[in-house]
């Protein structure tokens, strides 16, 4: 049985003091899931929110990290930066991060070398843009994101990859992908999983979906069979609300 996750990405939002009152939120909440429950806050707020969740079965990840060790790269952070403060997941390839931050399949697939190499999970985002769809041209756009990334890698650093299909076009415009687009994007990406590293890997990785996920919509969307979970972003910043989803399952 696969893992199913739920993952909030807080992105650029929440001061220490909002950090914490969240936390506070969150830690009221009662898990009634097996999903496995994980928050993204923003780097100046990661020790604090990890030292605030260690005593509970939330895990604080990261949003993003360089693929130097360390070095004269001035505003960036390294995985083992994030190690010392205790994060061990991270996530890479956000299309945030791709649209804003020029971040290439290239520098993504350094970064996904530097978290594995740190020990680090890594869940990889990746997902096509409107006009993509509008052209049918999706399943194309999410195959090469994900080989030109990932498929230098051996089988065995599957286990610690967890990948996040996230349409850009669903992504904080309250327009969802339908539940069928969901699966059959997913069911795509693991059969392409399938054709390079065989049936056992591809049925062994989590895929999330993340675009516009809300109480009144996950459960349709984690009902599906190969959606193992969300990666959720303005959902997340209320404690009810991603606590809804994450018992959606
Ligand atoms: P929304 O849930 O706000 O659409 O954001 C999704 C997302 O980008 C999670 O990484």
Redesign the pocket.
Known sequence: MRQQIVAG?W?MNNDLAQTESLITELKKQTKTSKAEVMVAPTFTNLFRAFDALRTTDIEVIAQNMHFAENGAYTGEISASMLKSVGITTV?LG???RREYFNETDAMLAKKVDAALANAMRVIF?FGEVLNDRKSSNHEQVVESQIKNALFHLEASAFKNIVL?Y?PVW????GETASPEQAQDMHAFIRKTLSDTYGKTVAESVSILY????KPNNAQEIFGKPDVDGG??????LNAADFFDIVNAF
């Open positions: 990405n992105k996530i956000h299309s945030e985002c996040a996230e669903a992504i904080g415009t993340g675009g516009s996920v990666l959720i972003g303005g959902a997340a």
